[in-house]
């Protein structure tokens, strides 16, 4: 598609529940990042696939959170047993090869863990 | 460690205005500095410097790179209600993995 599409966009969890977020990059797009942003605050990088393999995933906290880029499906990032401070906004952002600083941002999900 | 600093971290101006965003940063291997716009939810790119001296433009908004000084500026003239936003500022680093390094911010309020 001409836009990363994140899927939902909003997700209500209970504290220790599972959350799964989606997220279709732009066709040809060889970049997916993952970002947590906090009330409006600054973008925490989580994680970087090229193509299916991961790139980066210095941010990510291992615990609890693991994220996939398979072959024709969407790219997802879960969270096992949410927690209070993952409430957060999750942007999902694709980058073409030639350029891959040039992100293109999904409009995000917004996850409430109650 | 590398770092992107903006200021002024708010700024209220009214429309017709010109305002001035700056962006400093102390990176170990430059390759790029991009300025994005955050409305309501997703930033949405509006330029990436990666020469020094070479203004880019796009209507009212220009920016350019000092990468002596190491700073860049993003100039809106003319401004309008619908430029209220936060702009970003972020260096992309080599070191790191090529992590984008991401400013705090300067959240722009146009008063009509």
């Known amino acids: 598609g001409e836009e990363v599409a994140q899927t939902p966009k909003h997700l209500v969890r209970g504290e220790g529940q599972k959350a799964k977020l989606y997220c279709a990059p732009i066709k040809g797009h060889s970049y997916v990042f993952w970002y947590q942003q906090v009330l409006k605050n600054e973008f925490k990088f989580l994680i970087s696939?090229?193509?299916?393999?991961?790139?980066?995933e210095t941010g990510m906290p291992k615990e609890r959170f693991s994220a996939k880029c398979l072959p024709n499906s969407p790219c997802s990032l879960e969270i096992q047993a949410t927690k209070l401070e993952d409430s957060a906004v999750y942007f999902c952002a694709s980058s073409h090869w030639g350029a891959r600083e040039k992100l293109f941002f999904g409009s995000g999900t917004q996850l409430s863990v109650l | 460690e590398d770092k992107v600093v903006q200021s002024p971290l708010s700024l209220v101006v009214h429309e017709g205005d010109t305002v001035t965003l700056n962006c400093s940063y102390e990176?170990?291997?430059?390759?790029?500095l991009l300025w994005y716009k955050q409305e309501k939810k997703a930033p949405t790119f509006l330029f990436m410097l990666?020469?020094s001296g070479i203004e880019k433009k796009s209507g009212r908004l220009s920016s350019i790179l000092d990468k002596k000084e190491l700073f860049s500026i993003l100039n809106i003239t003319a401004t309008q209600t619908g430029d209220s936003a936060v702009y970003l500022c972020v260096h992309y680093s080599m070191d790191s993995n090529y992590q984008l390094i991401w400013g705090a911010g300067t959240k722009l309020i146009i008063k009509p």
């Open positions: 990666t020469s």
């Open positions: 990176v170990t291997n430059f390759r790029s």
């Open positions: 696939f090229q193509n299916e393999n991961v790139f980066d």
